[in-house]
């Protein structure tokens, strides 16, 4: 199983990205997909969640400003990323996890640069 990452780049403070993440299989494989995020130095972060009933979770410093959403027909997850920060700038990773497959999928992280 791959999880294909894109949409990262470089934007200015107070701008958007989208992200998108595109699985080798079915989405309908998954329970529940996320994003999450490394910047240089820290720990990996969760940013957002999403399980297949459409229930989303959100790390307090993006709420408000990011939107995690999936499209089944397209077999694709998204972060809509508005009012980006300079403190946003890190790698992004999609996640992926799977009851029917008893396994937890990585993406291999797309990279998004906010300058001030």
């Known amino acids: 199983v791959q999880l294909v990452e894109s949409g990262g780049g470089l934007v200015q403070a107070g701008g958007s990205l989208r992200l998108s993440c595109a699985p080798s299989v079915s989405i309908f494989s998954f329970n529940a997909m996320g994003w999450y995020r490394q910047a240089p130095g820290k720990q990996r972060e969760l940013v957002a969640a999403i399980i297949s009933g459409g229930s989303t979770n959100y790390a307090d410093s993006v709420k408000g400003r990011f939107i995690i959403s999936r499209d089944n027909a397209k077999n694709a997850m998204y972060l809509q990323m508005n009012s980006l920060k300079p403190e946003d700038t890190a790698v992004y990773f999609c996640?992926?996890?799977?009851?029917?497959?008893?396994?937890?999928?990585w993406g291999q992280g797309t990279q998004v640069t906010v300058s001030s």
């Open positions: 996640n992926a996890d799977s009851v029917r497959l008893k396994a937890n999928y």
